[in-house]
């Protein structure tokens, strides 16, 4: 099953949440659009945003923290510095410009790896954004409407760029001012945190099958030794052919050739452990079997047998002999698995069913 990478956004309170680029959630988004599983889609707009944001709180954390080591609050910090931890704990803090530096280069640097698709400032119709601004309609509300301008045209340029696109866009944010965006081609993820666990449940089953798919073909060559392997012992047993040598005893047979011509899977059943697969082989062969010739010999009318029969050789082939396989393998995950599988049974525990060529008058 390939897993069609979904498009997102991400609003800048997710990054807020996630304290940026440290937590737990964001990264697995990010990982997750770097490995192809999701589309990440950023305004430049809210990409700036996010850095603006940054650059708020660590001003803040900045002169806090200066505030701290300098000990205007009498707080007894400063003796911390006769110790040698200590002396690490509080010592000041690059300049705040190479905080934000150092910042804004490493989420460039992020985005790019996550090969996040940016939207540049867009050329577009203004007259909507501003409305809802002096109407006091989402996202502007009380308090300092300014500060919501770029979640507005954010909120506008994503509308805009998924109808033009006619591309469904889900939308990751913890700002309730997004839910007026909802359209056809615009959702909000109520819980932008359960949708990350579904979404992982999806990228683990769609890893599960992608090994599947690598461990089916790793496996193939010994798939067909046991299929062959299989048909062989079905061989062994002279009662195959008797209905194709007119019930004639069968002196001596040799297996001129035979294999696995080509062959299909198809996943039947799944568990958190284990993938079962049914395998649909076609195989081919030629069998030459040595039995009596029914047109020589004597009849013996009294005894009622033929005389002095002589042997002539059977040839019995067939291209295209369907034999099946349910096998199962044990993968939890893409890291957690074993490389051999289980043979659960062959061929739905039935005696092999040959169709030979020039033998349909005997069927």
Do not use: C
């Not at 737990?24 to 700036?48: F, H, M, S, W």
């Not at 996010?50 to 609050?73: C, T």
Request: glycine share 4%; net charge negative; no cysteine.
């Amino acid at each position: 099953m390939d897993l069609i990478p979904e498009t997102i956004f991400i609003d800048t309170s997710i990054f807020v949440q996630e304290n940026f680029l440290e937590g737990e959630r964001i990264k697995t988004l990010l990982d997750l659009a770097e490995k192809g599983y999701i589309i990440l889609v950023l305004p430049e707009i809210t990409v700036n945003e996010v850095k603006n944001q940054f650059r708020k709180r660590a001003q803040s954390a900045f002169d806090k923290h200066n505030e701290l080591i300098n000990d205007k609050q009498g707080l007894d910090i400063r003796v911390l510095r006769n110790n040698t931890e200590g002396q690490h704990i509080i010592k000041r803090l690059p300049a705040i410009k190479k905080i934000l530096k150092e910042f804004n280069d490493w989420f460039d640097e992020v985005l790019k790896k996550s090969r996040v698709s940016i939207l540049p400032y867009p050329v577009m119709d203004i007259s909507g954004v501003f409305r809802k601004y002096f109407g006091g309609a989402p996202p502007f509300g009380s308090g300092n409407k300014k500060e919501e301008f770029p979640d507005a045209f954010a909120i506008a340029q994503i509308e805009q760029w998924s109808a033009e696109k006619g591309r469904m866009l889900t939308v990751l944010t913890k700002d309730k001012d997004f839910d007026t965006t909802a359209s056809n081609t615009v959702r909000i993820a109520d819980d932008y945190q359960e949708f990350l666990d579904d979404k992982l449940k999806q990228v683990t089953e769609s890893q599960r099958l992608e090994k599947l798919d690598e461990l089916y073909l790793l496996k193939s060559n010994q798939i067909d030794r046991e299929i062959i392997e299989w048909v062989n012992d079905e061989f062994d047993d002279d009662s195959v052919f008797l209905e194709l040598t007119k019930w004639m005893e069968i002196y001596d047979k040799t297996i001129d050739s035979l294999k696995v011509i080509s062959k299909e899977y198809e996943l039947i059943s799944t568990d958190a452990e284990y993938l079962t697969i049914e395998v649909t082989a076609v195989a081919s062969y030629k069998v030459s079997l040595i039995v009596d010739d029914d047109e020589s010999g004597i009849w013996d009318s009294e005894d009622k047998v033929w005389l002095f029969r002589e042997e002539t050789t059977l040839e019995v082939e067939q291209n295209d002999l369907e034999v099946s396989m349910k096998l199962r393998f044990n993968i939890i995950d893409a890291e957690d698995y074993d490389e051999d599988y289980e043979v659960m049974e062959i061929n739905d525990g039935k005696d092999i069913d040959i169709h030979p060529v020039g033998f349909n008058d005997y069927y």
